[in-house]
């Protein structure tokens, strides 16, 4: 197998496994005040292994030059954009 084939094949790996993990999360979701049907080290090792495959997918997408380090924005979450002095000081002049 080829070094691009296999690389495709471990980001379509991943990529399958964090969406099967999320719908799990997603399927056994319970009401407050109800008792979840996954234990608490289940729920822990769905996390973790979630963690693993962000972190892998990452570090592809890094390798590969794609990484946009872009972070997901809630709608009621308010966000504060920054800017450098200088670079307003750049558009000024």
């Known amino acids: ?3 691009n084939n296999s ?3 471990e980001i379509r ?6 969406k099967t993990l999320i719908s799990v999360a997603k399927d056994t979701m319970t009401k407050p005040g109800l ?6 080290n289940t729920q822990k090792m769905i996390t ?3 963690n693993i495959v962000i972190s892998r997918q990452t570090e592809i997408e890094k390798d590969a030059g794609t990484h946009t380090k872009m972070k ?10 920054s800017f ?10």
């Open 7 to 9: 690389n495709d094949y």
């Open 13 to 18: 790996m991943l990529s399958a496994m964090r």
């Open 35 to 40: 008792r979840h049907p996954l234990t608490e």
């Open 72 to 81: 997901p924005v809630y709608t009621d979450e308010q966000t504060v954009q």
């Open 48 to 50: 973790d292994c979630l």
């Open 84 to 93: 450098s002095i200088d670079d307003l000081k750049k558009t000024l002049n």
């Open 1 to 3: 197998m080829s070094d």
